[in-house]
């Protein structure tokens, strides 16, 4: 079974370089689409943008071009850096996938990890 | 982007309760609407896609149905684990987005 792990740093200061990876276990990167999702806390859930297994990705308007996601099959990872952080962007961020090989849905998520914008 | 509202945004039911959630999306999305439930401090969990498919593992006491732009989540009768937020989200057109949530509280 495919299992997401979140990792980086939980406190990251104002205007700087919001960094995490998601290391993948279990199972093969090929075929499936790889997301990042975010929730602030007490809030709802953002889609962040996505990758696909061949490198092509797609982003979520809302972030006005702050977003890269990249990924390194061979370490069986795909990292998330949003530019230019704000206490806006205080949130437990989520790597998730689908094991049904589609963009839309995730029935596989990491644990989540929270990130702190603060100085 | 396709804007998801949830109704109602909070509600207080017993186990064994039939409870019922809506969802309706700002522009027809077909049948590409997905479920999930998210217990405190947990990641969401998906429990239906396409509308009405149950997730692997999914009891069957949980429903979906609708189509276009009006959804409903029926859980036929409330289990203790079911205390819980939930949410809908739309697989028709990236951006994906979620609704904004609902929670089912214990009466």
């Known amino acids: 079974q495919v299992q997401l792990q979140e990792s980086g740093p939980g406190l990251v200061k104002p205007s700087e370089t919001l960094s995490l990876t998601c290391t993948v276990s279990?199972?093969?990167?090929?075929?499936?689409?790889w997301s990042w999702i975010r929730q602030p806390p007490g809030k709802g859930l953002e889609w962040l943008g996505n990758i696909y297994y061949s490198g092509g990705s797609n982003y979520n308007p809302s972030l006005n071009s702050r977003v890269t996601i990249s990924l390194d099959t061979s370490k069986t990872q795909f990292s998330l850096n949003l530019y230019s952080v704000t206490a806006a962007d205080t949130a437990v961020y989520y790597c998730?996938?689908?094991?049904?090989?589609?963009?839309?849905?995730?029935?596989?998520w990491g644990q989540g990890t929270l990130v702190i914008v603060s100085s | 982007d396709i804007q998801m509202t949830q109704s109602p945004s909070s509600l207080s039911a017993s186990v064994g309760d039939r409870v019922t959630i809506t969802c309706r999306a700002s522009?027809?999305?077909?049948?590409?609407l997905n479920w999930y439930r998210q217990k405190p401090g947990k990641a969401p969990e998906l429990l239906i896609y396409?509308?009405?498919t149950l997730q692997s593992g999914v009891p069957s006491g949980f429903s979906g149905s609708g189509s276009g732009t009006d959804f409903t989540l029926t859980i036929s009768s409330l289990q203790p684990e079911d205390f819980a937020t939930y949410y809908c989200q739309q697989s028709y057109s990236i951006p994906w987005t979620f609704g904004q949530g609902t929670k089912v509280e214990i009466k």
């Open positions: 396409a509308v009405s």
């Open positions: 522009q027809s999305i077909s049948r590409y």
């Open positions: 279990g199972g093969s990167m090929n075929s499936y689409f």
């Open positions: 998730a996938t689908s094991l049904r090989a589609v963009a839309g849905d995730f029935d596989q």
